[in-house]
C-alpha cells in the first residue's frame, strides 16, 4: 500500500492505493509531519461483520461498480451501442509535486485511461480536483464526477442552497441519513434553483467556531451533486456535470473543477477560503489594483425609453452623488422597444441613437465616469433579422416553450460564436467601454454541457481581443453564479431583486463563497419593483455600501435628505472600498434571528466594519449582544458608530456606543460582544473598528 499527502499548514488530505484507484483516508486539521501514514491508513480501516461482503470495497476518488461497490458509482459508461461498461482501472503512475498529486490509471481491456489531479493552495487553503477520461472508442458518459471526497462522519447536517428569480441562495439543511440526498439542475445554467455547493459542518459548528467542510463545483451548465450515506455508515459527496449532459459519444472528456476546504474555525474559515480563492487565484482583473467603481445603472430609471437628453440629466445626478461608471441597459440596439424583439440585433438602433452611442459616451466620460453597455448575446427573438436569416441557429425545437419571449443560439455551433464575436467586437472597437453587463434571461430547452462549453469558448476570445473591458456575469440576477463563469469574468449580479432586506437575506449566505469584490449591490427605488415594499433610504445606501455599490433608480425622484443620505454612504464605501475588497466576510453568530450582522475585516485585522441589519421584529424588546469575531484577543480597539445620525428617538438613554467612541479588547468584543442601540424593524447597524 502506498500513501501520500498534501499539506497547506491549516488542513491535511492523505490518499492511499494500492494497485487501482486511491482513496482519500483522511482530510481535516493539519496532521504532525511526521505522521504514519501507513499506521494511519491501517487504522481508518473499518470492521466487517455478518451479512457483508468479506472486505468493505475501498471509497476511492471514483469509486467502481466492478468492485461491488454498495453505493453510487463515480462513473457511468456505456459503448457506443449502449452496451453497459464497468471499467476496472489500474495504476499506472503517480506525480507529487510541492502542492500537487497526480494519479494516471488504465484500463487496457476497454481502451479507457483515467486521471485525477490534485492541488493544494497554501494561501488560500483551497483544494482543487479535476478529473479526465480518455478512450480509444467513443463512449456515452451517463455520469463522471469530479474527483470524490468523503463526507465527515461527525458532521449531523447537508446545507445546501435553491432559490428562486429575486429569491437566491436560500439555505437547505438536510440531516445525514442512510441514501441518498440529490441536488441536480437540468435547465444547462448554474441556475437560481441549485448553486453547487454543499457545507457540511460537524456537530456543534457555527459560523465562528468548530470544524466544517465545503465544496463547490466550478461549472455554468446542468450539474448533478450526490451525497450519500452507505450501509456501512461511510459518505462520499460526489459533484458533476448533468446526468446525460453529454449529449453524444466522446472519445475524451474532463470534469470540471472541484474547490474543496476544510475548516478548524467554524464555516468562516470556508468561507474566507473561498472568498480568497476566487479573489486571487481565479479572477483575471483587467486593471490590478484599481478601486471598485461605484456603478450607476439606468434600467430602473427608463427601461427601453432611451433618450440622449433624458440619460445625459440622469448621468450628472449620478455623477453628483458619487457615481464614476454609468451603464446603459438592455434597450440600444435593433428595433427593441419591448422584450419581444431583437435580441440577436446588436447594432445600434438608429431611431433612438441617430449620432450612435458616442455622445452619450462623450458625455459620461467629462463627468468622470467610464462607460458599460448590456448584451445578451446567447439569446433571439423571432421577430429578429438574425433569426429570420439563421433558423437552423436555434438550440432545440423551433415549437418548444419560450421563455420572456426568447429562444437559445445553440452556442456549441462555432459559426453561432463567430458570428456573436464579431457583433460584439464591432461594438467595442468603435466604441470606449470598459464593462459588459452580459445576460441570460431564461433556461434551456436542454441540458447539453456543450452549451456551456461554447459560452466559455466566446469569453475566451472576447476577454483576449479586449482585456481590459470587464465583464459581469448576470442571468436574470443570480442565475450564473459561479468559479466557472469566474474565470472570464469579474462581477456577479447576484439579485434582480434591489429591495435592500431580501439584499440582505441573500448576500449574507452568498458571502460563503463570494468575495465583496465580485459581489454587484446597487441602491433601489424607494418604491421596489419586485417586492412592493417601501424603504428608507439609509437601509438601502448601507445595503449596497457592503459589497461592490452600484446605484439602480431614476436619481430624479430623491429628496434632498435621501441625497444627502445617499451622498454620505458612497463617500464611506470609497474611503473603505480598497481594504473591504481585499479584506474577509466574517458572517457573526447573532442570537436574535431578526439580526443579520457580518464583520468586514481588513487582511491585516488592523481595521474591520460591523454591519447589524435588523430585518424583522424581534421576540425581545432590546438587542441582544453580538459577539464580533477574527480580533486579537489583546489588541484593543477603537469603535465608532458611523450611522448614529440614523438612531431613532425611541433609542432614549446613554449608549456607549451611540456616545462614542467605545475602546475594548479584542476578547471583550469576541467574548461579551457589543450592545447596539435599539432601533426599528427596516434599519441597519453601522459600526467602524480601528486597532490601536
Given at each position: 500500500m502506498q500513501t501520500w499527502r498534501l499539506d497547506d499548514g491549516r488542513q491535511s488530505i492523505a490518499f492511499a492505493a494500492d494497485?487501482?484507484?486511491?482513496?482519500?483516508?483522511?482530510?481535516?486539521?493539519?496532521?504532525?509531519?511526521?505522521?504514519?501514514?501507513a499506521a494511519l491508513y491501517a487504522a481508518s480501516r473499518s470492521d466487517v461483520t455478518g451479512g457483508m461482503l468479506d472486505d468493505n470495497p475501498p471509497l476511492t476518488i471514483c469509486p467502481e461498480a466492478s468492485q461491488t461497490f454498495p453505493g453510487q458509482p463515480g462513473l457511468r459508461l456505456r459503448d457506443a451501442k449502449g452496451n453497459a461498461l464497468t471499467p476496472r482501472l489500474a495504476l499506472r503512475d503517480v506525480v507529487k509535486g510541492g502542492q500537487s498529486l497526480s494519479f494516471?490509471?488504465?484500463?487496457?481491456?476497454?481502451?479507457?485511461?483515467?486521471?485525477?489531479?490534485?492541488?493544494?493552495?497554501?494561501?488560500?487553503?483551497?483544494?482543487?480536483?479535476?478529473?479526465?477520461?480518455?478512450?480509444?472508442?467513443?463512449?456515452?458518459?451517463?455520469?463522471?464526477?469530479?474527483?470524490?471526497?468523503?463526507?465527515?462522519?461527525?458532521?449531523?447536517?447537508?446545507?445546501?442552497?435553491?432559490?428562486?428569480?429575486?429569491?437566491?441562495?436560500?439555505?437547505?439543511?438536510?440531516?445525514?441519513?442512510?441514501?441518498?440526498?440529490?441536488?441536480e439542475s437540468v435547465v444547462g445554467r448554474t441556475d437560481h434553483a441549485h448553486f453547487p455547493a454543499v457545507i457540511l459542518p460537524e456537530t456543534g459548528a457555527t459560523n465562528t467556531q468548530g470544524a466544517a467542510y465545503a465544496l463547490h463545483l466550478g461549472w455554468s451548465g446542468g450539474h448533478r451533486m450526490i451525497a450519500e450515506e452507505l450501509p456501512d455508515g461511510r459518505r462520499q459527496i460526489q459533484f458533476g456535470?448533468?446526468?446525460?449532459?453529454?449529449?453524444?459519444?466522446?472519445?475524451?472528456?474532463?470534469?470540471?473543477?472541484?474547490?474543496?476546504?476544510?475548516?478548524?474555525e467554524g464555516m468562516n474559515g470556508c468561507a474566507t477560503a473561498f472568498q480568497h480563492h476566487l479573489r486571487d487565484r481565479v479572477i483575471t482583473w483587467p486593471k490590478p489594483g484599481a478601486p471598485r467603481p461605484v456603478h450607476y445603472n439606468c434600467w430602473e430609471a427608463i427601461y427601453f425609453d432611451h433618450d440622449l437628453a433624458t440619460l445625459t440629466e440622469i448621468a450628472d445626478i449620478a455623477a453628483d452623488l458619487g457615481a464614476e461608471r454609468f451603464v446603459l441597459?438592455?434597450?440600444?440596439?435593433?428595433?427593441?422597444?419591448?422584450?419581444?424583439?431583437?435580441?440577436?440585433?446588436?447594432?445600434?438602433?438608429?431611431?433612438?441613437?441617430?449620432?450612435?452611442?458616442?455622445?452619450?459616451?462623450?458625455?459620461?466620460?467629462?463627468?468622470?465616469?467610464?462607460?458599460?453597455?448590456?448584451?445578451?448575446?446567447?439569446?433571439?427573438?423571432?421577430?429578429?433579422?438574425?433569426?429570420?436569416?439563421?433558423?437552423?441557429?436555434?438550440?432545440?425545437?423551433?415549437?418548444?416553450?419560450?421563455?420572456?419571449?426568447?429562444?437559445?443560439?445553440?452556442?456549441?455551433?462555432?459559426?453561432?460564436?463567430?458570428?456573436?464575436?464579431?457583433?460584439i467586437a464591432a461594438v467595442l472597437q468603435s466604441h470606449a467601454i470598459d464593462y459588459i453587463k452580459w445576460d441570460h434571461n431564461r433556461v434551456?430547452?436542454?441540458?447539453?454541457?456543450?452549451?456551456?462549453?461554447?459560452?466559455?469558448?466566446?469569453?475566451?476570445?472576447?476577454?483576449?481581443?479586449?482585456?481590459?473591458?470587464?465583464?459581469?456575469?448576470?442571468?436574470?440576477?443570480?442565475?450564473?453564479?459561479?468559479?466557472?463563469?469566474?474565470?472570464?469574468?469579474?462581477?456577479?449580479?447576484?439579485?434582480?431583486?434591489?429591495?435592500?432586506?431580501?439584499?440582505?437575506?441573500?448576500?449574507?449566505?452568498?458571502?460563503?463563497?463570494?468575495?465583496?469584490?465580485?459581489?454587484?449591490?446597487?441602491?433601489?427605488?424607494?418604491?421596489?419593483?419586485?417586492?412592493?415594499?417601501?424603504?428608507?433610504?439609509?437601509?438601502?445606501?448601507?445595503?449596497?455600501a457592503q459589497r461592490h455599490m452600484g446605484f439602480e433608480m431614476d436619481p430624479r425622484e430623491l429628496t434632498e435628505e435621501e441625497a444627502a443620505t445617499l451622498k454620505a454612504a458612497t463617500a464611506w464605501y470609497k474611503a473603505n472600498r480598497d481594504w473591504m475588497m481585499a479584506g474577509s466576510i466574517l458572517r457573526l453568530d447573532a442570537t436574535d434571528p431578526a439580526i443579520t450582522a457580518e464583520q468586514q475585516i481588513a487582511a491585516d485585522?488592523?481595521?474591520?466594519?460591523?454591519?447589524?441589519?435588523?430585518?424583522?421584529?424581534?421576540?425581545?424588546?432590546?438587542?441582544?449582544?453580538?459577539?464580533?469575531?477574527?480580533?486579537?484577543?489583546?489588541?484593543?480597539?477603537e469603535l465608532r458608530l458611523a450611522t448614529a445620525a440614523d438612531v431613532p428617538r425611541l433609542s432614549r438613554t446613554a449608549n456607549?456606543?451611540?456616545?462614542?467612541?467605545?475602546?475594548?479588547?479584542?476578547?471583550?468584543?469576541?467574548?461579551?460582544?457589543?450592545?447596539?442601540?435599539?432601533?426599528?424593524?427596516?434599519?441597519?447597524?453601522?459600526?467602524?473598528?480601528?486597532?490601536?
Open positions: 494497485t487501482g484507484l486511491p482513496e482519500v483516508f483522511y482530510w481535516g486539521a493539519a496532521l504532525p509531519e511526521g505522521e504514519d501514514l494516471d490509471l488504465a484500463d487496457d481491456a476497454l481502451g479507457l485511461r483515467y486521471s485525477a489531479a490534485f492541488s493544494l493552495d497554501a494561501e488560500t487553503k483551497m483544494l482543487t480536483a479535476q478529473a479526465s477520461l480518455e478512450s480509444e472508442a467513443p463512449v456515452i458518459v451517463e455520469w463522471f464526477a469530479a474527483p470524490v471526497l468523503p463526507a465527515p462522519q461527525q458532521a449531523g447536517e447537508i446545507i445546501d442552497f435553491s432559490g428562486s428569480w429575486i429569491g437566491e441562495f436560500r439555505e437547505n439543511s438536510t440531516p445525514w441519513a442512510p441514501g441518498l440526498r440529490v441536488r456535470t448533468a446526468s446525460g449532459s453529454h449529449r453524444g459519444p466522446v472519445k475524451a472528456l474532463a470534469t470540471p473543477k472541484l474547490y474543496a476546504t476544510w475548516s478548524g441597459d438592455d434597450g440600444w440596439f435593433g428595433k427593441r422597444d419591448d422584450d419581444t424583439t431583437s435580441l440577436g440585433d446588436w447594432q445600434i438602433d438608429p431611431r433612438k441613437w441617430p449620432d450612435g452611442l458616442t455622445p452619450l459616451i462623450d458625455h459620461v466620460h467629462g463627468l468622470g465616469m467610464s462607460f458599460g453597455l448590456w448584451f445578451e448575446p446567447e439569446m433571439v427573438n423571432e421577430e429578429s433579422e438574425l433569426y429570420r436569416a439563421h433558423p437552423e441557429w436555434l438550440l432545440g425545437a423551433p415549437d418548444q416553450l419560450r421563455g420572456r419571449q426568447q429562444l437559445v443560439l445553440n452556442m456549441a455551433l462555432p459559426e453561432v460564436r463567430d458570428h456573436l464575436y464579431g457583433c434551456l430547452p436542454v441540458s447539453d454541457a456543450a452549451q456551456a462549453e461554447g459560452f466559455y469558448d466566446l469569453l475566451a476570445r472576447l476577454r483576449a481581443a479586449f482585456p481590459e473591458t470587464e465583464i459581469e456575469s448576470c442571468s436574470s440576477g443570480g442565475g450564473r453564479i459561479d468559479f466557472g463563469v469566474m474565470e472570464h469574468c469579474q462581477r456577479v449580479w447576484l439579485s434582480d431583486s434591489n429591495d435592500a432586506l431580501e439584499r440582505q437575506r441573500i448576500q449574507h449566505p452568498a458571502a460563503r463563497f463570494l468575495p465583496s469584490a465580485v459581489t454587484g449591490s446597487h441602491v433601489g427605488p424607494r418604491h421596489c419593483h419586485t417586492s412592493g415594499r417601501v424603504l428608507s433610504m439609509p437601509l438601502r445606501a448601507w445595503t449596497a485585522g488592523s481595521r474591520f466594519a460591523l454591519f447589524a441589519a435588523h430585518t424583522e421584529a424581534s421576540t425581545q424588546i432590546l438587542p441582544r449582544p453580538l459577539r464580533l469575531t477574527g480580533l486579537d484577543p489583546q489588541a484593543r480597539y456607549a456606543l451611540k456616545d462614542g467612541p467605545v475602546t475594548l479588547t479584542g476578547a471583550a468584543l469576541m467574548q461579551q460582544g457589543l450592545r447596539l442601540p435599539w432601533s426599528f424593524p427596516g434599519t441597519i447597524h453601522v459600526v467602524e473598528g480601528r486597532r490601536l
